[in-house]
């Protein structure tokens, strides 16, 4: 079985939209594991979760920035990693 792994898409739509059409260009990839970090950062959170949730071949975890803003959305303080 093959898979792609995607990270890191912070809200970039036109970057995930062009990963996902050579993706499905490929006949060989059978799943899509998305690794987090899906929203913030870039102005197209809305579209990227849209498009992730409406395929039945991706299986997704949040990572840090989506923890964070769902914290702020159950208004909750965000746990922030402070560097050494």
């Known amino acids: ?3 792609a ?6 809200g970039n739509y036109p970057a995930l939209r062009a990963v996902l059409k050579e993706i499905d260009r490929r006949d060989d990839i059978e799943h899509i594991f998305c690794l987090g970090d899906m929203i913030a950062i870039g102005p197209d959170t809305n579209e990227v979760l849209e498009t992730l949730f409406s ?12 923890e964070a803003v769902l914290a702020l959305v159950n208004r909750r303080r965000p746990f ?3 560097e050494f």
């Open 1 to 3: 079985m093959k898979f």
């Open 5 to 10: 792994v995607l990270t890191d898409i912070h």
């Open 80 to 82: 922030i990693r402070k």
């Open 55 to 66: 395929r039945k071949d991706v299986s997704m975890i949040t990572g840090n920035h989506d």
